[in-house]
């Protein structure tokens, strides 16, 4: 079973931020965050991931709090293209991916 | 650097019937797992290969098996298909040591669609 829970749904206007929670009150200390998205029809896509320190790369931001149990992604500029469900994930490092239902995403204009 | 692609894209059997959908993981990886994903819901991890050799496996029957060549290509076979078997398989491929310290990606292709009636 997934480790995680995450929102079914959630909406974001066309270029505000869009802030997907994750809660993960069960991690081990040598488990990291792992997000991907999916978007219809196609395969899981790799967005970041994350131990302690929070994160940032050309796509998103990874916010994680001080113990652990829970972290925020952050698309900074929503577009319509972002549209997808996104997945949080815990995994210790080399092993299977173990996903949820995951925080169906849309994007408006 | 090429992505990881799958084969067919779509399919259609019959119950009983046996398929292989199969893999090209992206230049450069060599580990590749397999997940099958239903209607509405996650992927769910069937089984991972590490140079050739199965080193993790989900909750899935035996009738579903795989194999890695040596090129790092895989295969993934079912026998005896069942309607719960309609799903969406995806492979995904990723360098370094399964079990060891890699957080590396996981690179997705985009799916085998398997109908089975």
């Known amino acids: 079973d997934a480790k995680t829970t995450q929102p079914t749904s959630m909406d974001c206007a066309e270029g505000r931020a869009a802030n997907l929670p994750c809660n993960h009150s069960?991690?081990?200390?040598?488990?990291?965050v792992y997000w991907y998205r999916q978007i219809h029809s196609q395969g899981p896509q790799y967005i970041i991931h994350?131990?302690?320190n929070n994160e940032t790369n050309e796509m998103a931001s990874l916010i994680i709090t001080e113990d652990r149990k829970s972290s925020t992604l952050i698309l900074p500029h929503a577009t319509l293209r972002d549209t997808a469900v996104y997945y949080c994930?815990?995994?210790?490092?080399?092993?299977?991916?173990?996903f949820g239902k995951g925080t169906t995403l849309s994007v408006s204009s | 650097e090429t992505g990881v692609t799958q084969s067919p894209t779509h399919l259609i059997k019959t119950r009983g019937q046996q398929v292989t959908l199969r893999c090209s993981s992206q230049?450069?990886?060599?580990?590749v797992s397999w997940y099958q994903q239903a209607l509405g819901q996650g992927p769910q991890f069937i089984f991972q290969?590490?140079?050739?050799?199965?080193?993790g496996r989900g909750n899935f029957p035996p009738r579903f098996s795989g194999l890695q060549f040596p090129n790092y290509s895989s295969e993934l076979n079912v026998n005896a298909l069942e309607l719960d078997d309609s799903a969406l398989y995806l492979c995904?491929?990723?360098?370094?040591?399964?079990?060891?310290?890699?957080?590396?990606?996981?690179?997705f292709g985009e799916g085998s669609r398997l109908t089975v009636l």
């Open positions: 995904a491929s990723r360098t370094g040591l399964a079990g060891t310290l890699n957080t590396g990606e996981l690179f």
């Open positions: 994350g131990l302690k």
């Open positions: 290969y590490y140079r050739e050799e199965e080193n």
């Open positions: 230049s450069g990886h060599n580990t």
């Open positions: 069960t991690i081990s200390g040598n488990e990291y």
């Open positions: 994930i815990v995994n210790r490092a080399g092993t299977a991916l173990i």
